[in-house]
């Protein structure tokens, strides 16, 4: 899955889960625009990535809640492209930044719209940024980070589950409303990832109970998401569109 001289924006790929994205797309010889709010963090990695790999990087510290923004990151991505974006990787979220775990009723209306406004909304707005460049060349890759807890129902993060069951709503959508224009539009679900955001909420002795029901009986890993966004991503997924697909270790089965 080469994707040299192929355009990827990643947002939140400044560091944990999303850059591990990154450097995978990296690796591939991809042209990077990392967006996240982390702006150290970002420059670290775009530095890191193009010094490594010898590609393109370019990082813009991006709030995908503001739509005014996602279009500054589209512009800055279609400049590096010269007028191209082939992919992009939704992958920004408020998770590791939650304020534990609580009833539903617990939850403040605040702490509600903003996780709708990060993980729901920041995709609408940056699917419409990037959309028109995707148009304009009939072509485009979407994939859009859900999660497993969509099917599960995890406890005490009501409004992070409503979120990512919305984002998995959302792919099909538009994958109905872009397919015409030769864009595809798929999500991926991942189970717990064993990373600092992951034990910032759980107990480690909750991490290993979650591992051992897995058929895969270990601890889940950022790397082991990769080679799902890489194959939506490419052209081995031409005809597939409006798909959700579970990375959690044989956990949950759907």
């Known amino acids: 899955m080469c994707f040299k001289d192929r355009t990827v924006i990643i947002t939140g790929g400044a560091q944990g889960i999303g850059a591990s994205y990154a450097r995978s797309f990296a690796a591939q010889g991809a042209r990077l625009l990392i967006a996240d709010l982390s702006q150290d963090a970002g420059q670290r ?149 064993t990373n600092e955001s992951t034990l910032n909420l759980n107990t480690q002795d909750y991490v290993r109970r979650t591992a051992g029901s897995r058929a895969l009986n270990r601890e889940m890993l950022p790397d082991d998401l990769q080679g799902a966004v890489l194959f939506f991503a490419s052209e081995k997924s031409a005809f597939i569109t409006g798909q959700n697909m579970i990375v959690d270790g044989g956990a949950v089965f759907g």
């Open 45 to 193: 990695l775009a530095l890191e990535l193009s010094s490594s790999f010898s590609c393109q990087v370019r990082f813009v510290r991006v709030d995908v809640s503001e739509e005014t923004q996602t279009d500054v990151m589209a512009a800055a991505a279609g400049e590096l492209g010269q007028g191209a974006i082939d992919v992009l990787v939704n992958n920004a979220a408020l998770y590791g930044q939650l304020s534990g775990k609580r009833s539903f009723d617990e939850i403040t209306r605040e702490e509600w719209d903003k996780v709708m406004a990060v993980n729901v909304r920041g995709v609408w707005n940056c699917v419409k940024s990037v959309a028109p460049y995707m148009k304009r060349r009939a072509y485009g890759k979407i994939v859009n980070i859900a999660s497993v807890v969509f099917c599960t129902g995890a406890q005490g993060f009501a409004h992070y589950v409503a979120s990512k069951a919305a984002v998995v709503g959302l792919t099909r959508a538009l994958a109905r409303e872009l397919g015409p224009f030769g864009i595809t539009v798929n999500a991926v679900s991942p189970g717990l990832v």
